[in-house]
C-alpha cells in the first residue's frame, strides 16, 4: 500500500527472516502506516509470514543482496511519492518504536539523513562488533569529509533527494555506507545520529540470529570500497584533517 505523495515509507529488506519479520512489521505498522519489505531471495517462508498484513511485499527471486534490496524498496516508496524514506532490518535489533524519534529529529535537521546510533549501553556489544564500527566510523569520515556516528547503523532516515540518487556504487553493505558518501560529496546532504538502544535480545530474551554482517569479510569490503573513494577524491591528508575538524553531530532529543 501507498500513503500517498508527501509520506514517509519505511523499507524492510529481510533475507530468511521468518522467525522475526512478522513483530518487526506489526510493531512497525503502529508508527507508520506505510511499509514496504523486500524479501531478498528468502527460502524459509518469510514472504508467506506477513502476507495477511497491510503492507507491500517485493521479492527477489534469488538473494542480491542488502544493497540491492535496498534499491527496490527505494524505487517503490519514490514511485509512490515518499518524501522521505525509513528503513530498518528485518531481524528484530532495530527497534521500530525507535522510528518516531527518528522522524522528529528529521523535523528538526531538514535535509540531513538521520542514524539510529547504537551508543546507549554500547559496551555490551560483542568486543568484535565495536571494533569493527569504530573502524568503519573512522574509514567512512575520511572518504566523506566529516565524522559521523555509527555509520554501519541500518536504521536511518534518508530525504527522497538521496535515495533518489542514481550510480551509487556498491554492492551489499558497501551501498549503505556509499549513501553516505555521495549524499555528502553530491548533494551536500550530511548525517546527524540520534542515541537509540543496542539490541541483542528480544524481549523474552532470547538472543537475535547471528547477524549477516560478517565484521572481517564485509570489513574489508568496505574498506576497500572507501579507500578506493578517498583516492578518487584527492588531497588524501587535506581531506583526513577536513574530516577530524568536523566532530559527529549527534541530537540528544527526544
Not at 14 to 32: G, K, M, S
Not at 135 to 156: E, H
Not at 240 to 246: I, P, S
Amino acid at each position: 500500500m501507498s500513503a500517498g505523495a508527501g509520506s514517509t515509507a519505511v523499507v524492510i529488506p529481510a533475507l530468511n527472516e521468518a522467525l522475526r519479520i512478522r513483530p518487526v512489521v506489526e510493531r512497525t505498522l503502529r508508527h507508520c502506516p506505510w511499509v514496504i519489505v523486500v524479501d531478498d531471495g528468502s527460502h524459509d517462508g518469510t514472504a508467506e509470514c506477513i502476507a495477511d498484513l497491510p503492507v507491500t511485499v517485493l521479492r527477489h527471486p534469488r538473494r542480491r543482496g542488502k544493497g540491492a534490496a535496498l534499491r527496490t524498496g527505494f524505487a517503490a516508496a519514490l514511485a509512490g511519492g515518499a518524501t522521505g524514506v525509513l528503513t530498518l532490518d528485518g531481524d528484530g535489533q532495530h527497534d521500530p518504536d525507535d522510528l518516531p524519534r527518528l522522524l522528529r529529529a528529521a523535523q528538526r535537521h531538514p535535509r540531513h539523513i538521520i542514524i539510529g546510533a547504537r551508543l546507549r549501553h554500547r559496551a555490551q556489544a560483542p568486543l568484535h562488533r565495536r571494533l569493527a564500527n569504530a573502524f568503519g566510523d573512522w574509514g567512512v569520515a575520511w572518504a566523506a569529509g566529516y565524522r559521523i556516528a555509527d555509520t554501519q547503523s541500518g536504521q536511518r532516515y534518508y530525504p527522497a533527494e538521496v535515495v533518489a540518487m542514481t550510480d551509487v556504487p556498491g554492492e551489499d553493505f558497501v551501498y549503505e555506507t556509499q549513501l553516505l558518501i555521495s549524499a555528502s560529496r553530491r548533494l551536500g546532504i550530511r548525517a546527524v545520529s540520534i542515541p537509540v538502544e543496542t539490541r541483542y535480545c528480544d524481549e523474552q530474551g532470547r538472543r537475535f540470529r547471528r547477524s549477516h554482517f560478517r565484521p572481517l569479510r564485509d570489513l574489508y569490503r568496505i574498506t576497500s570500497h572507501v579507500v578506493g573513494q578517498v583516492l578518487a577524491h584527492g588531497r588524501v591528508w587535506h581531506e583526513y584533517r577536513q574530516a577530524r575538524a568536523n566532530p559527529p553531530r549527534v541530537d540528544t532529543g527526544v
